[in-house]
């Protein structure tokens, strides 16, 4: 509630063909599963790659501290939404940026579960720097979620249908999926939140973009 009625909120809206997306973690799955033995989800790929944009435009990255001082924050640690039986909690993983993918999602899967086992500590709550909500596991195209306080944005991850795309001139069918963005616009203008939005499409759907 704090959140909602202290940020003036603005949410923007981005497609996103994750057909490239799709291959890519056809042909990762057997290699993470025999070198980390999890499997690697759509999660850890969009983790992956808001963590890659997030360090190309630090003007997201931020937090506003006692409501007066904005703080650029170094580390790219990210939050996101695990649904518990008592509601919502929120681990954070640290330094996403600097992680290849089968070690992100190795960390992923076994702070998720602390989550639903209730053993997360205080420190593996703390100290993130933006926040992902996925629903994508669910029947929701889109939504927008409410800012994880102190960050300054969350982004919000829909279902990846297939659908009827216009690809240079012809009607092909592609995996789509919808992205939001919401922010606070005390200190992010929409500008900067449009740019961060378009350099992570641009990023899942060229994935291989990852790898440089």
Do not use: C, W
């Not at 690697?40 to 997030?54: C, D, P, Q, R």
């Not at 931020?62 to 681990?91: T, W």
């Not at 919808?178 to 378009?198: K, M």
């Amino acid at each position: 509630s704090n959140s909602f009625y202290t940020a003036p909120q603005v949410t923007l809206f981005s497609e996103i063909d994750m057909t490239e997306v799709v291959n890519v973690r056809q042909q990762l799955l057997p290699i993470i599963e025999q070198q980390e033995g999890v499997r690697v989800s759509y999660n850890e790929i969009i983790m992956k790659a808001t963590a890659f944009s997030l360090r190309n435009n630090p003007a997201i990255n931020v937090s506003l501290e006692n409501n007066q001082e904005i703080v650029y924050h170094n580390d790219v640690n990210l939050a996101f939404a695990v649904a518990v039986d008592a509601g919502l909690v929120v681990p954070v993983l640290r330094n996403v940026d600097q992680k290849g993918l089968g070690a992100l999602t190795k960390e992923a899967k076994t702070i998720a579960k602390k989550a639903r086992d209730n053993m997360l500590t205080p420190d593996e709550m703390q100290a993130s720097t933006f926040t992902i909500s996925n629903l994508g596991m669910f029947a929701v195209d889109g939504f927008t979620p409410i800012i994880n306080q102190p960050n300054a944005a969350i982004l919000g991850v829909g279902r990846i249908q297939e659908k009827p795309v216009i690809v240079d001139g012809e009607v092909k069918v592609r995996s789509m999926m919808s992205l939001s963005l919401s922010f606070d616009h005390r200190i992010i203008d929409g500008a900067p939140a449009a740019q961060f939005l378009t350099d992570l499409k641009n990023v899942l759907e060229n994935p291989y973009k990852l790898m440089v």
